[in-house]
């Protein structure tokens, strides 16, 4: 009896995992077939492998020399294919496309699932619903508009200043080498420039925000015990500490119960200080060395700054050193040669479907474009490896009579365009304006490598092991 039992049971699991097996083969090869060939986007020229599954990508973003190296493979792909690829999504190398595609006019939406990527799906960076989106953008956009950014500059400019100070009594003149990455980061991770800003964080919140000293986790949690205390006061005294927070305004927005939840307040936050971090850094730090390893242009922006500030102990506000033309244009230059984010951004098409070329794009799939292509684009930027900040000079329009600007697209276009633009101008033009108006810089063991893209952390990263912008402050400017 108990062998009779024990054989129909085998009998079952044997035959249970038969069927899985040959079920999976089934849907497999199912599955395959409708990827190669009847799946709307198979029509596409692509490497087949891609079309057939993601997992190429998974591939190369973990597996491939150090990992991060996806965005390389598919340029490669670009080369023999045109534009193509993975089952579920086209993506585009064509710089005249990408103000199509990231139209403000447009209501294409980011791709659902990817709102997990940072852990803060109530956020409006991961929102993807258009007019969830929209609702959520436009009680943060006040915050960050150029007029909100211009009336409080000058606590950047009094952080910049700080930064400044300590760099003449610690570093200068003493053959201490002096890491611009971390430099930076320490003051676009500091905070209290951003805070103070626009009063946009309430000051205890602040001293929780540096990435250097908790770990991410830790920061999330601290930020919804903050958060809660905001909430906490306002319910007990109908008001919370009467500061011009992003969180007071919030809160007292036309927006409904379900947006002023304690975790979507928190993921808003948490999002609105990390997008600002290490993108920032990188930008300042990439300018640094491009300008260290162009005396020409170096010495052209000096001058400038020389005559627009007499007196380097004397900055001008940020509104006049925005008009000074070869600054800005170096900024410019900075942002382009910094890459911006290093990542596909897809939409969504929807309405109807989107004329490219000779092919129609379907509504219902995500489409893709890379900053870092047209940013890279020689047909806009010639010799785009060069640190040229005349290209941007005057009325500058790009090789096809475009206005150049319709191609700085290091924030992205559209409604999904970053909201901390305006701030990041600040905060780059017065670091670089202070830093180069009164001190005397050299590169100490740099190279192109150190700001070259390797690796795509979202921010690009260069090769592990290569260091990044080092110098010496050798004396201070008069
Ligand atoms: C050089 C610095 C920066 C660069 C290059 C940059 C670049 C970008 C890009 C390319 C996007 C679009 C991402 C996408 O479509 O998925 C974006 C979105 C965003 N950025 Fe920035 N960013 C910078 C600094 C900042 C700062 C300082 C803040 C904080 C105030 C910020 C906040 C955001 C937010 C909240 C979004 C999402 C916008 C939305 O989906 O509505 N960024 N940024």
């Given at each position: 009896?108990?062998?009779?039992?024990?054989?129909?049971?085998?009998?079952?699991?044997?035959?249970?995992?038969?069927?899985?097996?040959?079920?999976?083969?089934?849907?497999?090869?199912?599955?395959?077939?409708?990827r190669l060939?009847?799946?709307?986007?198979?029509?596409?020229?692509?490497?087949?492998l891609?079309?057939?599954?993601?997992?190429?990508?998974?591939?190369?973003?973990?597996?491939?020399?150090?990992g991060?190296?996806?965005?390389?493979?598919?340029?490669?792909?670009?080369?023999?294919?045109?534009?193509?690829?993975?089952?579920?999504?086209?993506?585009?190398?064509?710089?005249?496309?990408?103000n199509?595609?990231?139209?403000?006019?447009?209501?294409?939406?980011?791709?659902?699932?990817?709102?997990?990527?940072?852990?803060?799906?109530?956020?409006?960076?991961?929102?993807?619903?258009?007019?969830?989106?929209r609702?959520?953008?436009?009680?943060?956009?006040?915050?960050?508009?150029?007029?909100?950014?211009?009336?409080?500059?000058?606590?950047?400019?009094?952080?910049?200043?700080?930064?400044?100070?300590?760099?003449?009594?610690?570093?200068?003149?003493?053959?201490?080498?002096?890491?611009?990455?971390?430099?930076?980061?320490?003051?676009t991770?500091?905070?209290?420039?951003?805070?103070?800003?626009?009063?946009?964080?309430?000051?205890?919140?602040?001293?929780?925000?540096?990435?250097?000293?908790?770990?991410?986790?830790?920061?999330?949690?601290?930020?919804?015990?903050?958060?809660?205390?905001?909430?906490?006061?306002?319910?007990?005294?109908?008001?919370?500490?009467?500061?011009?927070?992003?969180?007071?305004?919030?809160?007292?927005s036309?927006?409904?119960?379900?947006?002023?939840?304690?975790?979507?307040?928190?993921?808003?936050?948490?999002?609105?200080?990390?997008?600002?971090?290490?993108?920032?850094?990188?930008?300042?730090?990439?300018?640094?060395?491009?300008?260290?390893?162009?005396?020409?242009?170096?010495?052209?922006?000096?001058?400038?700054?020389?005559?627009?500030?007499?007196?380097?102990?004397?900055?001008?506000?940020?509104?006049?050193?925005a008009?000074?033309?070869?600054?800005?244009?170096?900024?410019?230059?900075?942002?382009?040669?910094?890459?911006?984010?290093?990542?596909?951004?897809?939409?969504?098409?929807?309405?109807?479907?989107l004329?490219?070329?000779?092919?129609?794009?379907?509504?219902?799939?995500?489409?893709?474009?890379?900053?870092?292509?047209?940013?890279?684009?020689?047909?806009?930027?010639?010799?785009?490896?060069e640190?040229?900040?005349?290209?941007?000079?005057?009325?500058?329009?790009?090789?096809?009579?475009?206005?150049?600007?319709?191609?700085?697209?290091?924030?992205?276009?559209?409604?999904?365009?970053?909201?901390?633009?305006?701030?990041?101008?600040?905060?780059?033009?017065?670091?670089?304006?202070?830093?180069?108006?009164?001190?005397?810089?050299?590169?100490?063991?740099?190279?192109?490598?150190?700001?070259?893209?390797?690796?795509?952390?979202?921010?690009?990263?260069?090769?592990?092991?290569?260091?990044?912008?080092?110098?010496?402050?050798?004396?201070?400017?008069?």
């Open positions: 009896m108990n062998n009779l039992i024990l054989h129909s049971k085998d009998l079952n699991i044997y035959h249970i995992s038969l069927f899985a097996f040959a079920s999976t083969v089934v849907y497999l090869t199912g599955l395959a077939i409708y060939y009847f799946h709307p986007l198979a029509k596409f020229p692509d490497p087949r891609a079309a057939l599954t993601q997992w190429v990508e998974t591939y190369y973003e973990l597996f491939n020399k150090e991060g190296q996806f965005y390389f493979a598919y340029t490669d792909w670009h080369k023999k294919y045109g534009n193509e690829f993975l089952p579920n999504e086209l993506h585009i190398q064509d710089s005249t496309f990408y199509t595609l990231y139209s403000i006019t447009k209501h294409y939406v980011k791709v659902a699932h990817t709102q997990y990527r940072f852990g803060l799906p109530l956020s409006s960076f991961a929102t993807s619903n258009y007019n969830h989106h609702l959520r953008r436009g009680a943060i956009n006040p915050f960050f508009s150029r007029r909100k950014i211009m009336e409080h500059s000058h606590a950047v400019q009094k952080k910049v200043d700080r930064m400044c100070e300590r760099l003449q009594n610690d570093s200068m003149g003493v053959s201490r080498v002096l890491g611009l990455n971390e430099m930076w980061g320490c003051l991770s500091d905070f209290s420039s951003l805070a103070t800003l626009a009063q946009i964080l309430p000051d205890s919140l602040v001293r929780w925000l540096s990435p250097q000293m908790f770990s991410v986790h830790k920061f999330n949690n601290d930020m919804i015990d903050q958060v809660q205390q905001i909430i906490d006061s306002r319910a007990r005294d109908g008001k919370s500490d009467g500061k011009n927070t992003v969180f007071k305004a919030l809160l007292d036309d927006l409904p119960p379900e947006e002023l939840s304690l975790h979507r307040i928190q993921n808003e936050a948490v999002s609105l200080v990390g997008a600002g971090l290490d993108t920032t850094a990188k930008t300042l730090s990439t300018t640094c060395f491009y300008l260290l390893s162009n005396p020409s242009v170096l010495q052209k922006l000096q001058e400038e700054l020389d005559h627009s500030m007499p007196d380097p102990a004397d900055m001008v506000s940020y509104d006049e050193l008009k000074l033309p070869y600054l800005s244009a170096v900024i410019e230059e900075g942002l382009r040669l910094a890459y911006g984010v290093v990542e596909r951004l897809p939409r969504i098409i929807s309405g109807s479907p004329p490219y070329g000779d092919w129609v794009l379907p509504t219902g799939f995500p489409v893709s474009m890379d900053d870092h292509d047209v940013l890279t684009d020689n047909a806009i930027f010639p010799d785009p490896g640190f040229r900040p005349e290209r941007w000079l005057g009325d500058a329009v790009a090789p096809d009579g475009k206005k150049l600007s319709t191609y700085q697209v290091s924030f992205s276009k559209g409604p999904r365009a970053c909201v901390g633009l305006q701030l990041v101008y600040a905060e780059v033009t017065m670091g670089t304006a202070s830093i180069f108006r009164r001190f005397d810089l050299t590169l100490h063991d740099t190279d192109r490598a150190s700001v070259e893209y390797y690796m795509n952390l979202v921010v690009p990263r260069p090769k592990p092991g290569v260091h990044g912008v080092e110098v010496f402050l050798q004396s201070l400017r008069a």
